[in-house]
């Protein structure tokens, strides 16, 4: 069985729905697109296709879906550069080049439309709900930010910056202890979300992307401590020194970095708080604490009562994008019953089958 790797390639965030799409589908030779409503089949078509390939020891990628916690966006080849995704909404992605890379699959051809045209009001009515309940989940997450960084605000007033400095710097200087990869190399970066806000809360993959990284250091403390601007500056550094790197963002906050791997090396560091919380399971992982080396503790004291409600109205603002997420998700499933008894499914599996076999007769 080939490796396979899960990750995210769009995230519920609190600035909207946040797209990586375009990154995660760079470089592709043969990029197919799958169109067609809700309940088409295009999760079941991925998923087949990546089981087949994997099956022949080839290695794959699956891009899962941060608003169903049992759906596919996409899979993708590396060693075939071939992928397939979802091109529907939120992530409506077109042809860049049609018939020459881009190829679209429109499972649309295998819906009978008179089917639905019965129930026309109750799918547009379920539809517009479905965007309005998204909507108020982005508003309850870019609320919770706004808290989040009255949150950090507290903390940074404690912080120790000149000790940051020290601990990126002593962290450099265990991580790049072997020479130069290729300073003339122009390394390969890639960008990704390790996790999801999703109908059922945080998710994440750290265990299946770091399973076969030998060194891990969980990076712990506060809000504000310094986390991602430490990853950011070793990122930066290894990509200075040729190394290839991989960046995963906060799904909740997109402009901040919650882990970063150089596979060159075998290293990650990522973010081991909640709502991620990780700690070391493994004899070579290494915990970073942000909070005890950079954070006057006596904060915790004197801003107690700040801190307490801060955090709480925060937790409760997430919880309430979540259910917001989980209410659309119900009613997508309402409008996906819709599609589906209307779907030729046998014709779309005949599709599928002829979509395996010509990509699993590639693999060398």
């Known amino acids: 069985m080939g490796e396979v790797k899960n990750y995210y390639a769009g995230s519920n965030s609190s600035l909207g729905f946040y ?9 592709l030779e043969q990029l197919y697109i799958l169109k067609g409503g809700p309940g088409t089949g295009k999760s079941t078509l991925i998923r087949q296709v990546g089981h087949a390939v994997a099956e022949k020891g080839t290695a794959i990628e699956y891009l899962h879906c941060s ?18 995704v979802d091109g529907t909404a939120p992530h409506v992605i077109d042809p860049k080049y049609p018939g020459v890379v881009d190829c679209i699959v429109n499972l649309g051809d295998f819906r009978d439309d008179t089917k639905l045209k019965a129930h026309k009001n109750k799918i547009v009515e379920l539809t517009d709900k479905i965007g309005e309940t998204f909507s108020k989940a982005y508003e309850a997450f870019a609320e919770a930010r706004n808290v ?3 949150l950090e605000s507290i903390y940074l007033s404690a912080m120790d910056f000149r000790e940051a400095h020290q601990v990126t710097e002593e962290l450099k200087g265990k991580i790049f202890t072997k020479n130069a990869e290729n300073e003339e190399h122009v390394p390969t970066v ?21 399973e076969d990284v030998s060194k891990r250091y969980i990076v712990k403390g506060r809000a504000g401590t310094g986390k991602s601007t430490m990853m950011k500056k070793i990122a930066t550094h290894a990509e200075s020194l040729g190394y290839d790197v991989e960046y995963y963002y906060c799904a909740f906050d997109p402009e901040s970095i919650d882990m970063v791997i ?5 290293t990650v560091i990522l973010d081991g708080t909640d709502p991620h919380t990780f700690d070391p399971d493994r004899e070579n992982d290494e915990v970073v604490d942000m909070f005890i080396r950079c954070i006057d503790p006596s904060i915790e004291v004197e801003q107690a009562d700040a801190i307490h409600e801060t955090e709480t109205s925060y937790k409760n603002k997430m919880k309430q994008g979540t259910r917001y997420l989980s209410d659309a ?3 997508h499933d309402e409008l996906e019953a819709y599609y589906g008894q209307a779907m030729d499914f046998e014709a779309i599996d005949r599709k599928t089958q002829e979509l395996s076999t010509a990509i699993v007769n590639l693999i060398k």
């Open 262 to 266: 150089i596979p060159g090396l075998e």
């Open 190 to 210: 890639r960008h990704r979300f390790f996790g999801a806000a999703t109908p059922k809360g945080p998710v994440h993959f750290y265990d299946n992307l770091t």
């Open 329 to 331: 998700k119900s009613l």
């Open 67 to 84: 608003s169903d916690n049992g759906s596919l966006d996409g899979v993708v080849i590396p060693s075939l550069k071939i992928g397939i």
């Open 19 to 27: 797209s990586l799409y375009e990154e995660a589908l760079k470089g």
């Open 148 to 150: 989040h960084d009255v």
